[in-house]
């Protein structure tokens, strides 16, 4: 293994939308873990997971906060999968100004899931120890990421110039400038 690469362990906490009722439970608990102090309220429009429901196509789909965006998508696709009919909104994680999920109720501040982290660490995340059916699993596994560092915009810039004139010549030019102040 190379010294660039960095293990990780990526958590991540899987969906069976067979499997999902639609009891919400995942929510309740999440708002809880999250309250201040701890478990001291439950309110599911604070949860970091939530499930969507299409009662007409009766489809339940649970879906952890992302990252925030301040643009909403113009993408409003439908997908059929196993005969039943899914919206985009439905898969999306994203808190961003076209709905109210993922927002904290109070301040509006954007909610992202974090796996529930805590000292000392939980074996699962919340909604997964809470989901009878099974719909949310958990599971964590090994990644190696390259970790070579990249180069900024100034590096860039000196690279090209190195690349073009030589580093002898990049070298003479900073020390004449330094020289000037």
């Known amino acids: ?47 970091r997971i939530r499930v969507v429901t299409d009662m007409l196509n009766d489809v339940y789909v649970p879906v952890r906060a992302g990252e925030y965006t301040s643009a909403e998508c113009t993408g409003r696709h ?55 059916p099974g719909a949310l699993t958990y599971e964590e596994r090994v990644e190696y990421r390259d970790e070579t560092p990249s180069l900024g915009e100034m590096e860039i810039g000196l690279q090209a110039l190195v690349d073009k004139h030589g580093m002898q010549k990049v070298l003479d030019s900073f020390a004449r400038m330094s020289k000037k102040g």
């Open 1 to 47: 293994m190379s010294d660039q690469l960095k293990k990780k362990i990526v958590k991540e906490i899987k969906v069976d939308l067979d499997k999902c009722i639609g009891c919400r439970a995942c929510e309740v608990a999440c708002s809880g873990f999250h309250a201040t102090p701890k478990y001291s309220s439950f309110n599911p429009s604070r949860s």
């Open 78 to 132: 439908s997908f059929k999968i196993d005969g039943k009919q899914y919206s985009e909104c439905s898969f999306c994680p994203t808190s961003c100004p076209a709905r109210d999920l993922f927002k904290e109720p109070d301040s509006g501040l954007p909610l992202k899931c974090d796996m529930c982290e805590d000292i000392p660490p939980l074996s699962e995340p919340m909604c997964v120890q809470v989901c009878r």
